[in-house]
């Protein structure tokens, strides 16, 4: 392998751990993303659940 190639060889191997960089920090956000959607989901079923025993309530008392 002559210079070129190894400068070459560099590049490319400076290129993906930039990318490699980039895609842990996207998987990062990726996950907070997550966990903000599941503490949103678990916050609706729970106000769902008591607006259905609201519910059964006010039809016991009909």
């Not at 842990?24 to 997550?34: A, T």
């Amino acid at each position: 392998m002559n210079i070129v190639e190894l400068e070459q060889l560099e590049a490319k191997i400076d290129t993906l751990i930039q990318r490699c960089h980039q895609l842990h920090q996207q998987n990062q956000q990726l996950k907070q993303k997550n966990l903000d959607l599941e503490k949103k989901t678990q916050a609706a079923k729970e106000r769902i659940e008591a607006m259905i025993v609201r519910i059964k309530r006010m039809e016991a008392h009909l």
